[in-house]
Each structure stands twice: as C-alpha cells, then as structure tokens.
C-alpha cells in the first residue's frame, strides 16, 4: 500500500514541474514574441489598448511595414 501511495505522489509530483516548465517557456516564448514587435507596436499600433486581440489585429492591418520578426509573431499569433 505504500508503494503505491509513493508512486502516485511521485506522479503528482512529475506533473508538477512538467507544467511548472511548460509555463516557464510559454513565459519566455512571450518575452520574446514582445520584445520583436515592440517597436513595431509603439510605431504603427501605440493607441491600442490591450486584449481582445486588439494588438494583433493592428499589427495585421500593417502587416507588410513590419519587420520580419514581428512578422512571424502575428503569423504565429493569427487564428486561422
């Protein structure tokens, strides 16, 4: 009985830092995803308020000034 309760808390435990890591990169994929479309944002899209999809929706319609990086952000960020 207590190796099954030691394998079951070490399952939870597992799980724990897996997602504990996955966030731990989305975090940083999101760093980066700002930091390649930060000067885009403040050039063509400043006014925009945040959420909604707003930002991403603005940057779409200025699509083609973009730089390449924040290109491939809102390609990455677009449903569709």
Same mark, same amino acid.
């Given at each position: ?11 939870? =435990? ?5 997602? =504990?890591?996955?966030?731990? =990169?989305?975090?940083?994929?999101? =760093? #980066? ?34 730089? %390449? ?6 390609? #990455?960020?677009? %449903?569709?």
């Amino acid at each position: 009985m207590l190796a099954i309760l030691e394998g079951f808390v070490m399952r939870i =435990a597992l799980s724990v830092v897996f997602l =504990a890591v996955q966030m731990l =990169a989305a975090q940083a994929q999101t =760093a #980066a995803e700002r930091e390649a479309c930060q000067a885009n944002f403040e050039k063509f899209c400043k006014g925009v308020e945040p959420g909604g999809g707003r930002v991403i929706q603005c940057l779409t319609e200025h699509f083609s000034e973009l730089t %390449p990086e924040c290109q491939k952000v809102v390609k #990455a960020n677009t %449903p569709g």
